[in-house]
Structure formats: C-alpha cells, structure tokens
C-alpha cells in the first residue's frame, strides 16, 4: 500500500491569489514529486495586483477583471493582521492536519509570527505546522507593535524578545529580488540556526520557475531537507 502523501499548505502572498501561486510555483512542485498533496488557500481580503511576476503568469481577461487578487489582510487595519493568524488557525482545526507549510512574501510574515506567539503562549502544545517553507519572506511582525504602532517589521532579532521559530524551516529568496533581498535574511536570523537551511537563488523572479532549472533543483533540496526534517528522517 502507498504510503499517505504529505499534506502542504500553500499561503499566496500580498496582492496575489491561490491560481498565481499554484502557477508560481508549479516548476518547484514537479521538481519534488508525488509524494505532497497541495493545498492552495485563498486570503479573504480584495486589492489590485501585486507588481510582480505573479502578474505576469495569469491571462490578460483575468488582470482586467476586479476582485481576482487578494490579501491575507487589509494594510489600512491594523487589527486585521492579528485576525488573519486567528482564521489561519481556525482553518487549520477545521481542514486537518498540515505537517507542512509553503508561504510567500507577507504570509510568511503572518506565519512566523503565529508560530513565535503559539510558543510562548503554549510552550507545550504541539506547533501548528511540522515545517515551514518561506519563499521570499518577510520577518515576523511584533503583536504590541502591530496593536500600538502599526506594521513595524523587527529588523533583527537584537530588538526583539522573540524567541526562534521552533520548527525545520528553509528560507528561499532571489538575488536579484530587490523587495525582498534585504527582508528574507531578517527572518532567517529568526529561525532556528540547527533547523534551518536558506538558498539564495539567482532567477529574475520571487520563486525560480522552469526557466532557471538550476535554481528549481536548489530550491527543491533546500524544501525537501525541511520535509525530512520534519517528518522526522534521518
């Protein structure tokens, strides 16, 4: 009998939507085989599209059409991040077990910091995910900062009292991505040196795709050393 296939949650970032990450991120996923079952969530919140490649990879008619981009909160509320980690995990009870986690951009943002606030509040339940994929990620965003001063990112771990990430992660970003270029390594630094792997690529977009093959093959290692790592493999 086949054994179960490893179930990923895959969180679209800021201006995007489910399609454009499963278009994204299609090269990568075929690069690691059938052994995941993907699963594309969509964020509640409309909003124009991001200026990035994620445009580029849906037809015309569809750029041209209102509310077909999303966001996993609204920018203008503060209060909305902090709701966006509270649906991520009522969605997490009500859809099942996720052993692992793909986000891009801000979701990683939303992701990493749940992950912070879960182990400190309940340093001994289990954590919400086994292993956490961040493709060009944004660091975690402090929760008094959010509530009393809006969207401040940590800019490195010496300001903070936060605590590192308590699971495998791998950290993937581009070179070339000059958005994120200087963010992606925040968050690295806030994981845990022991359980995490980082690989910088040098495709011209966010997620290398099937054009930059040796990028796809990087980026698959530095995934599948996570999974390994977090389903417990030696």
């Known amino acids: ?10 969180l679209h970032g800021h201006g995007s939507n489910s399609q454009a990450f499963e278009a994204e991120t299609a090269a990568l996923r075929h690069e690691l085989g059938d052994e995941f079952e993907w ?19 849906l037809d015309e008619e569809i750029m041209r059409q209102p509310g ?15 709701q966006a980690q509270e649906r991520l995990e009522e969605f997490v009870r009500q859809e099942g077990d996720f052993p692992l986690v793909v986000c891009e951009s801000i979701s990683a943002s939303i992701v990493a910091s ?10 001994d339940a289990p954590p919400l995910f086994k292993g956490a994929v961040f493709l060009a990620g944004y660091s975690p965003l402090d929760r008094d900062a959010i509530l009393n001063a809006g ?15 308590p699971i495998p992660t791998a ?30 690529h040098n495709a011209d977009s966010m997620i ?27």
């Open 171 to 200: 950290n993937i970003w581009g070179s070339k991505d000059a958005r994120h270029v200087d963010r992606s390594p925040l968050l690295a630094q806030l994981c845990n040196p022991a359980m995490n792997v980082n690989f910088v």
């Open 39 to 57: 699963i594309f969530a969509q964020a509640p919140v409309p909003m124009q599209p991001g200026q990035w490649s994620t445009a580029a990879l």
């Open 68 to 82: 077909k981009f999303y966001s996993p909160f609204d920018v203008n509320d503060s209060a909305s991040l902090l």
């Open 114 to 123: 749940l992950l912070q606030r879960r182990a400190e509040e309940k340093p």
């Open 208 to 234: 290398p795709g099937a054009a930059d093959e040796e990028a796809v093959v990087g980026a698959a290692h530095a995934i599948q050393q996570t999974v390994d790592r977090a389903m417990c493999v030696c």
């Open 1 to 10: 009998m086949a054994a179960p296939k490893i179930r990923v949650l895959c």
């Open 151 to 165: 969207f401040d990112i940590l800019e490195n771990r010496a300001q903070s009292n936060i605590q590192s990430l």
